[in-house]
């Protein structure tokens, strides 16, 4: 084949190399606009398991970066006057001059032709070439060109960046924050040969714009560098080699996702590679890995199509399709576990830096991209993790623990708030059973909870419960409008204080416009209008909540709110009676007071209406209420929407300021789910999606949170409460599968020092010698 690599940064060098190396016959041309042996930036870094992988495909290229690169397995970080290190971590650094020369001079020595000081304008150029790699960097010439069927998706994110260097040598990657009057910047520091460390320096562009750094020369700009940072620089000066940069030196990141990779273009098949078709941020330093990362898949994919001298038209191009979905996969895990740790350093200043105490920004820190987790730091750094959880227990008001006993895991550690203290912070979530006869809660729900309530839980919440009967989603739903219900109610509340040192709480809720549907199994489904016995609905706006498929409801007038205030201050005196802990307004899912919060679903004119601040009126009004009349003694929780998932709908931000109304009005906890107002609703799904909302909710509102939302492992239960995104987990679908849930994951993880209900405790070594072998033949086999 003629194959032509437009750009010769790593991932056309490293694949024209790879190409050449099982294909001699190949013509490769490699065209760079540089001068031989030229570049810019300072260094690169990869993992070891990147490492790794080059070793297996060209251990001759791997040999020669090995003897180049400098190798550390530690985390530093500096903040508040605190050094705090952690190791096991594994990161390679290299120059990136270093890098391509070595990449350069084997291709030469594999017969690669490489042309330097060439600016190649398009794929036109090369109309002979039967491949062309695009690897032609972030501002790609021919992802421009073919824009229509590459489908980029370039975002500009808001941090500024410097890319720096200095003579000081740093032994480990090290992270800088350093506070001026104007706000937060951090430094990403690592050394890449023996005179040279990389040092990044970032801020927010409203902290940039504050010290006037817009209006800086490149010289300017290192020189505030070297002040703000000079007491960990120790005399050493910042450098830049930003010389083909016009005007100011400080950058955006540009995000880059390409709907499609590759195309022909009449006469050659183009791929895009690198920066030209997928960016990661640095702040994981991913950068060359995927670069890197494609050329050995590429290369891969023409090797199991034997890689023959005369390709065709035809099979290059199925090449190239199986080569996209293949690398896709792993480019978007990548990429968003990138993006994690990106928008972490974009909100550092404002939510972390002075909100966490340094350790457990530390484990913030380490855990940012959420493809490090808790257990996982106990594999690169047990003594470092032990020490964190001895650290975190200690601050939860748990006693120390005895000498031959493991300090408990974050999701262990108690939790105290008003006159509540619960044992651990797993909470069952409250989930709907539709299983009520006339609202009365019945044996079904007696079991039900009760049985979660034996199953290690701190506390278990019964499902969203109305404060009338018109309040019910289905006829199915429990109310607490009568004091039969309330009388029920206590039965099941005495079972769990009775059997098990679980707390209880209840969610009370109105359905809204969402109102007089069918159970989920019945029918023609959720969401779906009974087909006999309906009840008249009402919300906020007269707005259907599926326009021609759910009924209409009538826009609540000033009677109306009161009336419902009203009954929802009855049942939560009832509540009170009954002996509920805990308990929760529900202002989510496009339910009542829910479709009062979101403009998608409130469109009145009035008072109530327009601006979040009316919007929240009534919600607010309710919840003042109910906090009136619920026992000062006990805690109070709000659910909310935080995002709905719909442009034009409640935002993040919203739910910030959502959360300080509640917490002004006597709120103790936001629980933060999101979606359900609306079925146009996008959401973006993945394991512990949600946790996001309730991290900025609790670190910019300053009030506890909930996390919920595929929440499935101890893992991500003790990730989530070790990094203070969340004062508690709730945990809905493994729940169903397994009441005992929390019990089982505490064998799981190894963890023994829990209790068990006494009939049960026959049971726990038998489980916990299952997991243990488990665990150890897990160990074996990846061995």
């Known amino acids: 084949m003629n194959i032509v690599c437009i750009g010769g940064g790593p991932a056309g060098l490293y694949f024209a190399l790879l190409m050449k190396q099982q294909q001699p016959a190949h013509e490769i041309t490699v065209v760079e606009r540089n001068r031989p042996y030229d570049t810019f930036g300072w260094g690169v870094v990869f993992s070891d398991a990147t490492m790794a992988h080059m070793q297996r495909w060209d251990p001759v290229t791997a040999g020669q970066i090995t003897e180049a690169f400098n190798h550390w397995d530690d985390i530093e970080l500096h903040i508040h006057g605190r050094v705090i290190r952690s190791g096991g971590h594994g990161f390679v650094g290299i120059g990136r001059k270093r890098l391509l020369n070595i990449l350069q001079a084997r291709c030469e020595a594999l017969g690669v ?18 491949l062309i790699i695009a690897s032609d960097g972030i501002h790609s010439r021919v992802r421009a060109r073919h824009e229509a069927v590459f489908q980029p998706e370039i975002v500009s994110r808001p941090n500024r960046y410097i890319w720096l260097g200095t003579k000081r040598q740093y032994d480990a990657f090290t992270f800088l924050f350093e506070k001026t009057e104007h706000g937060w910047f951090q430094a990403h520091i690592y050394k890449f040969d023996e005179t040279t460390s990389t040092f990044i320096v970032e801020c927010p562009e409203s902290v940039w714009l504050a010290h006037g750094l817009d209006r800086a020369s490149p010289e300017d700009s290192v020189a505030f560098c070297e002040r703000l940072f000079a007491s960990n620089l120790q005399g050493e000066r910042l450098m830049t ?13 540009q995000q880059v996702r390409c709907a499609q990779w590759s195309l022909f273009n009449g006469r050659s098949h183009v791929v895009l590679m690198g920066d030209a078709v997928h960016t990661a941020h640095f702040a994981i330093g991913s950068g060359t890995k995927l670069a890197l990362e494609d050329a050995i898949e590429l290369t891969r994919q023409f090797r199991d199509h034997g890689n023959p001298v005369q390709a065709d038209a035809a099979m290059i191009g199925d090449v190239l399709a199986r080569y996209q979905a293949e690398r896709r996969v792993d480019v978007l895990r990548l990429q968003n576990a990138a993006w994690n740790a990106m928008e972490w350093f974009e909100v550092c200043g404002e939510r972390y830096c002075d909100a966490l105490e340094p350790e457990q920004f530390m484990y913030s820190l380490l855990t940012r991209s959420q493809r490090i987790s808790h257990e996982n730091l106990r594999l690169r750094d047990k003594a470092w993790l032990e020490g964190y959880e001895c650290w975190f227990a200690q601050r939860s008001g748990q006693a120390e623990a005895a000498a031959s006993a493991r300090v408990a895991p974050p999701m262990f550690t108690p939790w105290s708030v008003r006159g509540l203290r619960l044992k651990n912070r797993v909470v069952v979530s409250p989930m709907a059973q539709y299983s009520a006869v006339d609202g009365v809660p019945g044996d079904y729900h007696l079991v039900h909870l009760g049985a979660r309530a034996l199953g290690g839980a701190g506390l278990v919440f019964a499902e969203m419960t109305c404060p009338s009967p018109d309040a019910r989603i289905t006829p199915g739903c429990p109310g607490l409008w009568n004091d039969t219900q309330r009388d029920a109610w206590r039965r099941i509340v005495d079972f769990v204080h009775g059997h098990s040192d679980a707390k209880i709480a209840l969610q009370l809720g109105h359905a809204g416009p969402k109102g007089s549907t069918q159970r989920p199994w019945e029918g023609e489904g959720a969401d779906r209008p009974l087909a006999e016995g309906n009840w008249p609905l009402l919300s906020a706006s007269a707005l259907a909540y599926e326009p021609g498929v759910t009924a209409l409801p009538r826009a609540m007038t000033r009677a109306d709110m009161d009336r419902v205030r009203d009954e929802f201050v009855a049942a939560t005196r009832r509540a009170d009676e009954a002996g509920f802990d805990w308990l929760e307004l529900h202002c989510a899912h496009g339910y009542l007071l829910s479709a009062f919060l979101s403009p998608l679903t409130n469109r009145r004119a009035d008072e109530y209406g327009g601006a979040l601040a009316n919007r929240l009126r009534y919600p607010l009004e309710v919840f003042a209420a109910m906090r009136a009349a619920w026992p000062a003694h006990k805690p109070m929780s709000v659910r909310i929407s935080a995002h709905d998932w719909v442009p034009g709908g409640t935002t993040p931000a919203d739910a910030v300021e959502m959360a300080r109304a509640f917490r002004e009005a006597g709120a103790d906890m936001i629980d933060c789910s999101s979606g359900q107002v609306s079925p146009e609703q996008k959401p973006t799904y993945g394991r512990m999606y949600q946790t996001p909302f309730a991290d900025r909710v609790r670190n910019e509102a300053g009030i506890a949170t909930l996390a919920v939302g595929a929440i499935s492992e101890a893992d991500h239960v003790n990730s989530i409460i070790a990094a203070g995104r969340a004062d508690l987990c709730a945990v809905a679908r493994p729940h ?25 405790r026959s049971g726990k070594p038998q489980l916990e010698s299952l997991m243990q072998r488990a665990a150890t033949a897990g160990q074996g086999g990846q061995g």
């Open 736 to 760: 169903l599968a397994n009441p005992a849930w929390t019990l089982t994951e505490a064998a799981r993880i190894g963890y023994t020092a829990i209790e068990w209900p006494a009939p049960y």
């Open 113 to 130: 032709k490489l042309v330097f000081e060439t600016e190649a304008e398009s794929d036109a150029d090369y109309p002979d070439a039967d």
């Open 241 to 253: 080699n930003a010389r083909h940069l016009r005007g100011s030196a400080w950058l955006n990141f």
